[in-house]
């Protein structure tokens, strides 16, 4: 199979972007990336854009990649509109390099961008909501938030003010692995609390406070277990990353030796298994395909960045992958092992509940994360000797899990 490699990657600064449209914020990652990539817009021959919310909050619901790139000046190349979610910029980018494998191109580009921040926050947040069988809306929600009885939240822990539905699920989740395996609230702030440390040292992020467990588990409740700092916010940002083949290597500009090989990049969607199945769990399913088209088993990682929406994400996605043993991802968080100087580093860069979380851009902004990383140049968050690097990023909900999940190990 033939190499493909992450030559330039660019991200803005996740946040809230009121001012700025969505092409230029687009154009911005676009520049970043062609310049690390030491390429120009001529180089790319095929696009691939990524975004969730062009149709139901611009009103741009046919085209909008080519709508954008009309204005940050890439035409004449095939162009691709990727939609799966929340993964969907990774999705985008495993396209990118499955149309390089195939022998299409050398070099492709993908991109992801969304504005979510407007004054109409139920209708920001109503963008979760279709991200799973909205014909049967009520049926969705009732069988997962079952999945949370027996564990009855505290007086005082559900928030007045408006927030997403999955929320609502994601706690749910929580409840049922603190009954299954004891899991605590007090584990999941320590998630919460690590992430927003980590992000101090990141510029890119939307919040860089850090927290201790004891102020996460003070601040204000969303749903429980999970209070306000556990949680992604709504985000405006994007990333792009230009993708090419040894081919596409030789005829750029840039330093060979910042190029990262993509090892693995694996898509795979839902099954309708047992909430009490975990082995086969989506995450579990494609993390095993990703170390075996890699070569690598889940000791080899140096450092991660999964899919954190909610702080029990991580949690979660620890054991998924195969980090700890079912029901260890935990303790293992409280313990101290996935923060930096830890066992294995997670969401070095803040994480999703930190960082911000762009939907549309989202996997590529992990991406953007492990790409330095791998290239030592993490600054404060930089993990030692790091070589192997993992990313989980999922989307949607079918049955009990996600719809969508895709996950790449990079390697030096």
Known sequence: MESVYIAGIGMTVFGRHLERTLDDLAGEALRAALADAGASTPDLEAAFYSGMTNGSLQGQIA???????SKIGIEGVPVFN??????????????????IRSGACDIALAIGAEKMNIPDKAKAFAIFDAGWDVSQVERNFELLIKLGDGVVPPPGSESTRPYSRFMSIYAAMCRHHMKTYGTTQRQIAAVSAKNHQHSVHNPLSQFRQPFTVEEVLAAAPITYPLTLPMCAPLTDGAAAAVLCSEAGLRRMAGDRSRAIRIAASIVRSFTHRDIDDPQHNISRLAANSAYEQAGVGPEDVDVAEVHDASAMGEILQSENLGFVPMGEGGPAAERGDFTLGGMLPINTSGGLESKGHPLGATGIGQLHELVAQLRGEAGARQVAGARVAMQENGGGLVGVEEAAVAIHILAR
């Open 82 to 99: 990727v939609e799966n979610a929340c993964a969907s910029g990774s999705s985008a980018l495993h396209l990118a390099a499955q149309y």
């Open 63 to 69: 085209i909008p990649g080519q709508v954008i790139f």
